[in-house]
């Protein structure tokens, strides 16, 4: 097999290909074809696969009973603040770790080391009452702020600064530039990839993050996608010929990271074999 | 002055990085720890030292033991399925193949949907009577379980969605580990006749264990944490079937507002994970081949 290439081996792996392939989409298929049938076509048995009439106003009907748009723009936006904030905050740290010489640097980054195996569901009850006394409980500010701390990302870019070479720091050291100077000139450039990398998956991360932003906001206006997403299920889920308006509610939740993944899948992948992100 | 400027310098480069990590992550870890020897409430103002009472409560209690032992069937069904298909698939996508890109992006794609929506749609697939899983069983006449609404089914498919989700991405590290085999190694075996299975078996397994290990580890710290799943399909039910360590902690703390029980169930979790992590890397150096 594995570099042996006769025809009936291709075809064989051509044909496991296709039908892991379809099981993997199925579900995304599935949830698509579902949100454009009417109660009655959902509910036939046996099934039918495509919509005789597509109900394209399932989607208007959904957004009429809770506000997907607002939820999916809370979403975006705080994803976005705490992208920007976690890769501003762990490239300063990053800059620490690999240029400058302190005491106590590798206890310091040994320990962030020892606690990203760590659950994060540990920190909640105290963070949940630290968010409460900032007085920020029900904001979006509150996820973000609580969100801004990224053993991952200060990994990821520190990875990134040890490949800067040595030579190119110098250099710019000896034209007079200060550390922000080597930082903002120097090695984030350098590091641009990786950069992107970190935020991308960073993005994907928050967008879909659900238990810590479900505990914090309560009002429908603050709700994330993945709150809002699963309010709307519990609530009209009892009713089941709403089935097809939730269908086309998680239609709206996935498009856009799928509209993203479509757009940087090579980044995705090479971002993700390269640097070994958590699950 | 220079010293001043160094001074400043950290502070600027290490303090400020440093302020959210610590409110939001070293310094919460401590304070779990602490309020574990407590009894308090939330609401109440006040609370009393309970000295290990927490624990001790924690460790008879019938319903931690049931969640552990959910916690370990979930990950042990999760963690192998997701390795063998993220391997299996990996090995299909061959170096050169026409439409790589293509096959490698569907198969990676379910994993950066968010869990909440697609849980969402399988509990739909689930659906005893009309979902789409019983009505295929039902085209080659095999048995139709009553999956989430069924204690004995209920936890099968809540790892099925997390082996859906999870295994493209194991798949991307086997494809990257796979690429750096050196060819003669299979040329050698080939002109020894070795079968497909044996060079399997004596070149690719030996050869990706260090991935294997890595994906171990990271997937049994995720199972651990496995939350958005159980609470859209389940809530940890029926009858308890699909309550984890995390959901228990989960409705302890934010249900029940029972904040010493949960923080001292919260460091029984952190410990699970510390010796998991441990013990599979002292473990490594015996079967992994570096």
Do not use: C
Request: without cysteine.
């Amino acid at each position: 097999m594995v570099n042996g290439a006769t025809k009936p081996k291709r075809f064989v792996n051509y044909l496991l290909l296709i039908l892991f392939g379809s099981v993997m989409i199925l579900p995304l298929v599935w949830m698509f074809l579902s949100s454009l049938k009417t109660s009655d076509e959902i509910f036939a048995v046996p099934l039918t696969w495509i919509p005789s009439n597509p109900q394209w106003d399932n989607f208007s009907r959904a957004m009429e009973l809770a506000p997907f748009g607002l939820y999916i723009y809370n979403s975006t936006v705080t994803a976005i603040f705490i992208v920007v904030f976690q890769i501003i905050s762990s490239s300063m740290f990053a800059y620490a770790l690999t240029q400058l010489e302190f005491k106590g640097k590798n206890l310091l980054f040994n320990s962030i080391l020892i606690t990203y195996m760590l659950p994060a569901a540990a920190t909640y009850v105290p963070s949940y009452v630290i968010v409460a006394r900032l007085g920020l409980l029900d904001t979006l500010t509150g996820i973000i702020i609580s969100n801004i701390a990224s053993v991952f990302t200060i990994f990821l870019i520190r990875q990134a600064f040890l490949q800067v070479p040595k030579e190119l720091v110098e250099a710019a050291r000896a034209d007079g530039a200060n550390d922000l100077t080597v930082l903002m000139k120097v090695m984030i450039p350098m590091s641009k990839s990786t950069i992107f990398t970190a935020a991308l998956i960073s993005f994907v991360q928050m967008y879909n993050n659900y238990l810590w932003p479900s505990l914090i906001v309560s009002s429908q206006e603050k709700y994330l996608i993945t709150v809002g997403l699963n309010r709307f299920f519990t609530t009209q889920g009892t009713f089941a010929d709403q089935w097809p308006l939730i269908m086309a509610a998680n239609v709206l939740a996935v498009l856009p990271l799928l509209i993203l993944f479509i757009f940087l899948h090579k980044w995705f992948i090479k971002g993700i074999s390269d640097n070994g992100v958590k699950g | 002055m220079g010293r001043l400027r160094g001074t400043f310098k950290l502070l600027f480069f290490v303090g400020i990085p440093l302020i959210p990590l610590f409110v939001f992550w070293f310094f919460p870890m401590l304070v779990s720890l602490w309020l574990s020897f407590t009894n308090w409430d939330y609401i109440s103002p006040s609370f009393d030292y309970v000295g290990i009472d927490n624990y001790t409560n924690t460790l008879t209690s019938e319903t931690f033991y049931e969640a552990l032992k959910n916690t370990i069937f979930f990950s042990v069904w999760t963690i192998v399925p997701t390795i063998i298909i993220g391997l299996f698939l990996a090995l299909l996508l061959k170096e050169g193949l026409k439409g790589l890109t293509f096959f490698r992006s569907i198969l990676f794609s379910p994993w950066i949907t968010p869990m909440v929506a697609m849980s969402i749609v399988w509990s739909w697939i689930f659906q005893a009577d009309v979902g789409l899983i019983n009505q295929i069983l039902g085209w080659f006449h095999l048995p139709q379980p009553q999956w989430l609404t069924d204690s004995d089914t209920a936890m099968w498919a809540i790892i099925i969605v997390t082996v859906w989700k999870n295994a493209g991405w194991a798949m991307l590290f086997y494809a990257d580990s796979l690429s750096k085999i050196p060819n003669d190694l299979y040329e050698v075996s080939d002109i020894e006749g070795a079968s497909w299975l044996q060079k399997i078996k004596t070149i690719v397994i030996p050869l990706v264990s260090p991935i294997t290990l890595f994906l171990v580890i990271i997937s049994a710290i995720d199972a651990i944490q496995a939350y958005d799943q159980i609470q859209v399909m389940t809530q940890g039910g029926p009858a308890g079937s699909t309550r984890t360590l995390l959901y228990l902690y989960y409705q302890m703390a934010f249900e029940q507002f029972n904040m010493g029980q949960a923080t001292a169930l919260a460091t029984i979790i952190v410990l699970i994970t510390g010796v998991l992590a441990l013990s599979m890397f002292y473990a490594s150096k015996k079967w992994v081949h570096y």
